[in-house]
């Protein structure tokens, strides 16, 4: 049983990997062709049936939209929304999923009004596809982390080091530009933050410098959050009332040692005391901000995979019968994608894993994933019905 106040078609949400960014070495990525889901979309749409799945994560790529500046290209979006309806699934849309078009990057000075423009021309070709519908929007896809990666990281565009800080504030200038935009040009748009959830943690027998290192770092991963909000920053124009639907990224590898490359592991027979399970971390994330949440994407690859849906059953059936507003998680990557720098090594992390040897490649449903997937799914709707009976004593129980 849903919260009857969600905006979303179902709970669980399956994310197809749209990311058209340049890679490492520079080479432009588009993994919705590469995948197949572009050529494969209503074979896609049609098999989501069997897990109820009515709700997905697309992106309208923003490289391949804007050739040309202010000049827009939506006739593959409008594919896209056609296929949407004849399955009757809810497409929520990433503006920018990592790319920008080549001529931008977040330290370009029009990137912020760029970005803007393009939003306000998405609500006019959206509204003009889909008069009625709600429309749920994530202007720019993991802020912290794209930040990272090509801020400090030369992992993409625009290929810093140090630079972090600079890349975070040019892409929320945007991101909240943009996100303006979108309001005032239809006031009933409804905004899906997504940010990845993180633990870092100092060494065991930590100094205290250690201890407070350890405690900023973690502390920043709300940085993109808290801007948004106007909480920091505020000569950015956030607002409390951008801070709407809140999601959080959460894969096997975020929890690990500052400044190390040491992942806590998730499974180990012996827990490392340092480690968090997922429902704290979201109840933590919830206080913070006090908004309906979403684990907005989620995955592990290879065998695990089963261990991974098990465990984000349990831990997600306690959040709900917590009474928390946690309103749906997303299969992220639904359909296996490939490594953005080495595009011939496949992650095997999706529900379907990819068959290579057609093209486009065909879908080979990964069983074990999706047996775990439907004990996930019972989990979590009993959970929800044991809230609903006895909401108090389930708040005090399910997140020790």
Known sequence: MLNQTTPFS?????????????????????????TGHLQLIDEDYAALDQFQIRTVREGIRWAHIEKTPYHYDWSTVKTMLAAGRRHGI??????????????????????????????????????SERPDNVLIVTPINEVSFI?????????????????????????MRA??????????????????STEPLVNIVPPLRATERERREAKEANRNQFQATDILSGRLCPELGGHESLLDIVGFNYYYDNQWQNH???????????????????????????????????????????????????????ECAAVRQAGLPLQG????????????????????????DA???????????????????????????????????????SRSLSLL
Request: net charge neutral; proline share 8%.
């Open 10 to 34: 179902s709970f669980w949400w399956g994310g197809f990997e749209c990311t058209d960014q340049l890679n490492a070495f520079g080479h432009r990525v588009d993994f919705l062709p590469l």
């Open 355 to 393: 068959d290579l040897s057609v093209s486009p490649p065909a879908r080979v449903l990964h069983e074990p994933s999706a047996e775990a997937l439907r004990r996930a799914q019972a989990l979590v709707q009993e959970a929800s019905k044991l809230k609903t009976k006895n909401p108090a004593r």
């Open 329 to 352: 998680v997303c299969l992220y990557p639904i359909v296996d994608r490939p490594d953005w720098d080495h595009t011939h090594q496949w992650h095997q992390a999706g529900l379907w």
């Open 260 to 314: 190390t490359t040491n992942k806590l592991g998730w499974a180990d027979n012996i827990p490392d005391p340092r480690w968090r399970p997922l429902r704290a971390l979201l109840h933590d994330a919830h206080k913070r901000y006090q908004r309906p949440f979403v684990l907005t994407e989620t995955s592990h690859p290879g065998v695990d995979r089963p261990l991974w849906w098990d465990m984000i059953g349990q």
């Open 90 to 127: 809810q497409q929520v849309w990433d503006l920018c999923h990592f790319g920008f078009p080549d001529d931008l990057t977040p330290l370009h000075p029009m990137f912020a009004r760029r970005f803007a423009a393009l939003c306000r021309a998405f609500v006019d070709f959206y509204r």
């Open 147 to 171: 930040s990272w990666l090509g801020g400090d990281a030369n992992g993409t565009a625009p290929y810093c080091h140090g630079q972090g800080w600079r890349v975070k504030y040019g892409l």
């Open 175 to 192: 991101y909240i530009e943009g996100a303006h935009a979108l309001r005032e040009a239809d006031p009933t748009i409804r905004f899906l």
